[in-house]
């Protein structure tokens, strides 16, 4: 097989998988062998990029950098629809069709409505090449790049006879479990976690690295199809249609004859809903016929022929009972209520269930900080709203002052001391969270630290979760992430200790035997072998997170010289902005941080890259950018590669009006070198390039 041919021949496979894996939910190929077919087209594609389908699962992965989002016109307005939160006004709006279509009947077409954002896919001849945010409704982001890191999106539709152009429609969406990852990870970073999952797609799909939103999870359903020429006759058969064309259709919807159906529809899924993996906030109501809706059409804002019913986030009194307060991995003291039923007034804590509030029990809901006590007026005993509505976290949204009278209340101090480690609580300039600024001392901060340090994106030492990390703390074995590379047999062998896990509100006993501690001292043996990247990760520096983590370690390579780097060798790094320079630079001067990292490079953790450093030949071609494109007489691709970075010069991914020189060899695509030739660029042969090192 020719190079074209194999290139060919992975991405037919490798769609066909993926199809398979996410549409029909079958697992045609081990993962690893999965991988290594896609290992295989990426080294392909980077070898003859101008081979590269246009359906590539490569663009699964990401690795597009896209500084601003170009504004694109949508070909048919993207308009928002009506909403309501009443019943009465659904029956108003049912009369308002059956008056607009006398003597005639109709359906509805009812479909969930999920918290994200939307979108606008385009495929040309069957491609996708193009990916839309709603925007204003007229123009949008072009956010192409991100949205083809969305697996359940086909890259190419196999279907024969499809309308040249054709634009789909859908809610670009985080799941739940995207969702804790995410905000794990920011919160592990020192940076403030989204709000709810809308606020983390929409920030997500607005990413300028792709391959970073490739890593968070994104996922769609689409609900809508549009083209010049018509294919359906109505939602339903469009539904039907998208889905077998292998498209992410929710499989919630249903058909309705009349609006009381349609109210049926809305109470089944007041409470079903939660049990959802993402985040829903109502219902669309669709006339189904497509003739019907071009009969009623629309108003410049929306269309008469659709609304959408949205449920009231549940809003219910509870009792504040007491206020805690924790402290987390970056030291921030967070207040926390207490909460009963109004019903549970005079239950011990231990034995109240809490306020039943979307689709689960609620005892406990962030008062976020000390401002938020003061801007409620909060006192104990009061009687209080909690809602729980696109936010994970319930909230408290006020306060039934009539009650106060009633029953005794008291007011809520907040701490001037650490309720872990009693260390004065500091308030930083600007921020409106208070800190215990013990960072070396404060449990809470220590253990957060090392259970960072673990995860799988840093170290990954999975043989130290589940509350291992907590014992060995308690016991006094381990202080600080070095300490876990001097634990010894003799040391674990034995522990004991009961978890109490606060959700199901059971305890676990966890014992170290052999097995146990044998795969904990693996664990921690092969932790040396994770890369310098995922080290950089570990060290839980504020604002480093593993994107970071990976820009450092490539541009610096090793950990001295990343400890070396002044700020402004810091922010010289792309990406890399003076708030990060400014951290980086702060924990690197601290000496038990250095103290830190010298014994971590003792205990023989990766404190490098793999792959060598470039060595310096030349400046023969300092600040010349190069294309390589072809097949070479004297050199491989990779060593013409080093050859140019070795010399100063800069090798480019494509062909632009920035490039200085097109370095071509034998069978070079047609295309590439007139584009270059368009643009101006200096086409360079083998011997040509030889002689310009030379000079
Ligand atoms: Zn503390």
């Not at 956010?143 to 890191?149: G, L």
């Not at 307060?325 to 011990?348: D, Y």
């Not at 035997?513 to 693996?522: A, C, G, S």
Request: glycine share 8%; charged share 30%; aromatic share 10%.
């Amino acid at each position: 097989m020719n190079p074209n041919e194999r290139i060919s021949w992975l991405t037919e496979k490798l769609n066909f998988y993926n199809n398979r894996y996410y549409r029909d939910n079958i697992s045609e190929i081990p993962d690893q062998e999965f991988d290594f077919l896609m290992k295989e087209l990426i080294g392909l594609e980077s070898e003859f990029p101008e081979l590269k389908k246009d359906d590539s699962p490569t663009q699964r992965v990401g690795g597009t950098i896209t500084k601003d989002f170009a504004a694109v016109y949508h070909r048919f307005p993207m308009l928002s629809l009506d909403n309501t939160y009443n019943e009465q006004e659904l029956r108003d709006f049912d009369e308002r069709v059956r008056k607009a279509l006398p003597n005639e009947t109709y359906e509805y077409i009812c479909e969930l409505k999920f918290d994200g954002i939307s979108l606008s896919f385009t495929y040309e001849n069957g491609v996708l090449q193009r990916g839309v945010t709603r925007g204003d409704g007229s123009r949008g982001d072009d956010i192409t790049a991100n949205v083809k890191t969305i697996r359940s999106l086909p890259l190419r539709i196999l279907e024969e006879d499809l309308p040249e152009i054709l634009e789909i429609r859908g809610e670009g969406f985080m799941p739940y479990s995207s969702f804790e990852r995410l905000n794990a990870e920011v919160e592990a970073t020192g940076d403030t976690p989204y709000a709810n999952p809308r606020n983390a797609a929409s920030g997500s799909f607005k990413l300028q690295d792709s391959a970073e939103a490739a890593r968070r999870g994104l996922d769609c359903y689409v609900y809508s199809f549009l083209s010049d020429i018509p294919v359906f006759n109505s939602h339903e058969e469009s539904l039907v249609g998208l889905k077998k064309w292998g498209f992410p259709v929710s499989p919630g919807w249903k058909k309705c004859q009349t609006i009381e159906e349609v109210l049926d529809y809305i109470h089944t899924w007041e409470e079903k809903r939660f049990e959802l993996p993402l985040a829903t906030d109502g219902i669309v109501i669709k006339i189904n016929s497509y003739e019907q809706q071009r009969e009623l059409g629309s108003t410049a804002k929306s269309p008469r022929w659709a609304i959408s019913f949205k449920y009231k986030a549940e809003n219910k009194p509870a009792l504040l009972r007491f206020v805690t307060f924790q402290v987390g991995r970056t030291g921030a003291v967070t207040p926390v209520a207490n909460l009963s039923g109004l019903h549970e007034r005079h239950k011990p804590y231990e034995q109240v269930k809490g306020v039943h509030l979307s689709g689960s029990q609620v005892k406990r809901a962030t008062l976020h900080n000390a401002n938020e006590l003061e801007r409620l007026d909060l006192r104990i005993g009061d009687t209080v709203f909690v809602e729980k509505s696109g936010e994970i976290i319930p909230k408290i949204t006020g306060v039934d002052t009539s009650q106060r009278g009633l029953f005794d209340t008291q007011p809520i101090l907040f701490p001037t001391q650490c309720p872990e480690c009693a260390t004065e609580l500091i308030r930083k300039e600007g921020e409106v969270a208070f800190y215990c600024p013990n960072e070396r001392g404060c449990p809470p901060q220590l253990k957060g630290k090392i259970e960072h340090f673990i995860q799988r994106k840093a170290l990954n030492i999975d043989s130290l979760g589940e509350g291992k990390i907590e014992l060995l703390f308690d016991k006094g074995l381990i202080h600080t992430v070095a300490d876990l590379y001097d634990l010894s047999y003799n040391d674990l062998l034995g522990l004991e200790k009961d978890i109490y896990n606060e959700q199901t509100g059971k305890s676990k006993k966890i014992s170290f035997r052999e097995k146990t501690v044998e795969n904990i001292l693996k664990g921690i043996e092969k932790s040396k072998s994770a890369p310098f990247k995922n080290v950089l990760f570990g060290l839980g520096i504020r604002y480093v997170g593993t994107t970071v983590g990976e820009k450092l370690a490539q541009y610096f390579r090793t950990m001295d010289a990343l400890m070396a780097a002044s700020y402004e060798e810091l922010t010289a790094v792309p990406e890399i902005g003076g708030r990060i320079a400014q951290s980086v630079r702060d924990y690197f001067t601290e000496p038990e941080n250095q103290q830190l990292i010298s014994r971590l490079q003792q205990a023989g953790l990766t404190f490098q890259t793999d792959d060598l450093p470039i060595e310096k030949e030349g400046e023969a071609l300092t600040g010349k950018t190069f294309v390589i494109s072809g097949v070479f007489q004297n050199f491989e691709r990779d060593e013409l590669k080093t050859k140019i970075e070795s010399n100063g010069g800069k090798v480019l991914s494509g062909v632009s009006g920035k490039l200085n020189y097109l370095l071509a060899g034998d069978n070079m695509g047609p295309s590439k070198l007139e584009k270059a030739r368009k643009l101006g660029v200096v086409i360079l042969s083998e011997e040509e390039f030889l002689n310009m090192l030379e000079n």
